[in-house]
Nanobody
Framework: QVQLVQSGGGLVQAGGSLRLSCAASGQTFSRYVMGWFRQAPGKEREFVATIGWRSGNTYYADSVKGRFTISRDNSKNTVYLQMNSLKPEDTAVYYC???????????????????WGQGTQVTVSS
């Protein structure tokens, strides 16, 4: 069992930056693929970014590519989402997610993740 505890988020003006953190319990964090998803009011939860076992194995939604960076620190059991050049359309509740895998891959499908953080609000004002 893995527990994910999120921190960060808040209110920022368009063009600003925020960093989200997601700390995981457990001793095998390095074998978990991690993801970030978001859900805006009235919309379905959507994929944002994913990272494999290693920091160099990442994949992004087109809408955030070049502005957001996902990273992980396996020594701290933590994954991060650095969000730059934020836009009002980035406003949503952001969720981190985790799933253990047998190999180093990236996963973009929501249903493939087994564990979820509590969510954190990100609001970007225009």
């Amino acid at each position: 069992q893995v527990q994910l505890v999120q921190s960060g988020g808040g209110l920022v003006q368009a063009g600003g930056s925020l960093r989200l953190s997601c700390a995981a319990s457990g001793q095998t964090f390095s074998r978990y693929v991690m993801g970030w998803f978001r859900q805006a009011p009235g919309k379905e939860r959507e994929f944002v970014a994913t990272i494999g076992w290693r920091s160099g194995n990442t994949y992004y939604a087109d809408s955030v590519k070049g502005r957001f960076t996902i990273s992980r620190d396996n020594s701290k059991n933590t994954v991060y989402l650095q969000m730059n050049s934020l836009k009002p359309e980035d406003t949503a509740v952001y969720y981190c997610a985790a799933t253990r895998t047998a190999r180093d891959i990236v996963i973009i499908t929501l249903a493939s993740y087994d564990y979820w953080g509590q969510g954190t609000q990100v609001t970007v004002s225009s």
